[in-house]
T-cell receptor, first 108, second 111 residues
Framework: KNEVEQSPQNLTAQEGEFITINCSYS?????LHWLQQHPGGGIVSLFM???GKKKHGRLIATINIQEKHSSLHITASHPRDSAVYIC??????????FGEGTQLTVNP | DTAVSQTPKYLVTQMGNDKSIKCEQN?????MYWYKQDSKKFLKIMFS???????INETVPNRFSPKSPDKAHLNLHINSLELGDSAVYFC??????????FGEGSRLTVL
């Protein structure tokens, strides 16, 4: 059974700080997704990774397939980055297993 | 134009009632999903459909019956609602190594 663990569960940062959220999974996967959920509730896809690294603006996602580990980095964090960040592993048949989420609060 | 639209956004009902949530996607994807998010914000897959065919049924009580009339629609019908069914239900499409697109969620409250 695939387990997905995220850390930390809660993270508070000051504006401008570099942030890292970690995600570990237990079985071989076809892809790893990073999602963002704002207080309003909508869920937005940030990245889909199967290897290496992706960058979008101030967000960077990396994955190490051998170590079954992925990280989401936010550079120059801003209060509008405050949200819940969720990683999800995708296995065969498009089955997604979600981590419990990381609540990020960025203070001005 | 919203990629994945769910209705209704809010649903308040009494225990024992039957209710439905509708979902439509205009992205042309073959796969659609229903996820449940509990009070602790944990997301869990309920069902996955590929081109109208059930692919995943994740040990959901049979009071929950998904229906996919065509690959753009995946509706969720719930019979005999229980207190524990209170949650936010998200419809989504994509995956299979492509980006995921979620609906805005339907908050169900069972009194």
């Amino acid at each position: 059974k695939n387990e997905v663990e995220q850390s930390p569960q809660n993270l508070t940062a000051q504006e401008g700080e570099f942030i890292t959220i970690n995600c570990s999974y237990s079985v071989g996967i076809s892809a790893l997704h990073w999602l963002q959920q704002h207080p309003g509730g909508g869920i937005v896809s940030l990245f889909m990774l199967s290897s290496g690294k992706k960058k979008h603006g101030r967000l960077i996602a990396t994955i190490n397939i051998q170590e079954k580990h992925s990280s989401l980095h936010i550079t120059a964090s801003h209060p509008r980055d405050s949200a819940v960040y969720i990683c999800a592993s995708e296995t065969s048949g498009s089955r997604l297993t979600f981590g419990e989420g990381t609540q990020l609060t960025v203070n001005p | 134009d919203t990629a994945v639209s769910q209705t209704p956004k809010y649903l308040v009902t009494q225990m024992g009632n039957d209710k439905s949530i509708k979902c439509e996607q205009n992205l042309g994807h073959d796969t659609m999903y229903w996820y449940k998010q509990d009070s602790k914000k944990f997301l869990k897959i309920m069902f996955s459909y590929n081109n109208k065919e059930l692919i995943i049924n994740e040990t959901v009580p049979n009071r929950f019956s998904p229906k996919s009339p065509d690959k753009a629609h995946l509706n969720l019908h719930i019979n005999s609602l229980e207190l524990g069914d209170s949650a936010v239900y998200f419809c989504a499409t994509g995956g299979y190594t492509g980006e995921l697109f979620f609906g805005e969620g339907s908050r169900l409250t069972v009194l």
